[in-house]
């Protein structure tokens, strides 16, 4: 997504940290440091070299791969990163050509395949894994489909639901009638911490 970090290392053989982190519509790709990228290092390049590599991300947050390292990776893997609104894009897009609803995960994958068979043309056919349901992402799924964006969470679920006709899973709508497990008066906003701690330290 827009935290282009592996479509940078795989354009130029360096890994970078040292820059801004965004938070997206699609968080399990929000991220500077990847583990699954150091153990395809350790497959390619071995163990000492990955550790060498690792030591200079601790150290110095960067480090760069040698050309053959590089052009290993590149054999098998393929880098392309996708923007808020070009997911925003590829979701809208999809519902209304296929009929499909999607998470802004799966938005980022397939706007990523169409840009690889665009740049790349390969002979074989793509095939693009969905694996989270869009009404988890509902709040970011249903302004993607019609520009407007309620309050509440759970209406966007029931937006989403009357508008495509796509049954939310059981488990994600009925929360909203589950009992609240944690008492408000026991956690708080980051921005709260402080008071937070003083009000529980004078209780104690």
């Known amino acids: 997504n827009r935290n282009r970090i592996l479509t940078d290392f795989l354009t130029s053989g360096t890994y970078d940290r040292n820059r801004d982190f965004y938070t997206t519509m699609s968080p399990s790709m929000d991220i500077l440091i990847s583990s699954n990228l150091e153990r395809l290092l350790w497959f390619i390049a071995g163990p000492d070299a990955t550790r060498g590599f690792m030591e200079?991300?601790?150290?110095?947050?960067?480090?760069?791969?040698?050309?053959?390292?590089?052009?290993?990776?590149?054999?098998?893997?393929?880098?392309?990163?996708?923007?808020?609104?070009?997911?925003?894009?590829?979701?809208?897009?999809?519902?209304?050509?296929?009929?499909?609803?999607?998470?802004p995960h799966t938005a980022v994958g397939l706007h990523c395949a169409r840009e690889y068979i665009k740049s790349e043309n390969p002979r074989n056919k793509l095939l693009c894994v969905s694996t989270a349901s869009p009404y988890k992402f509902a709040s970011s799924v249903y302004p993607a489909l019609t520009g407007k964006k309620p309050e509440d969470e759970f209406e966007c679920i029931d937006e989403l639901a009357r508008l495509t006709g796509v049954t939310p899973p059981a488990p994600l709508s009925g929360l909203r009638s589950k009992a609240i497990r944690f008492d408000p008066d026991k956690y708080c906003m980051p921005e709260d911490m402080p008071e937070c701690v003083k009000r529980f330290a004078d209780k104690g």
């Open 56 to 103: 200079s991300l601790s150290s110095g947050g960067s480090y760069t791969v040698p050309d053959s390292v590089l052009a290993a990776a590149r054999r098998d893997f393929y880098g392309a990163s996708c923007d808020e609104e070009q997911t925003s894009a590829c979701i809208r897009n999809t519902y209304e050509e296929n009929g499909y609803l999607i998470d």
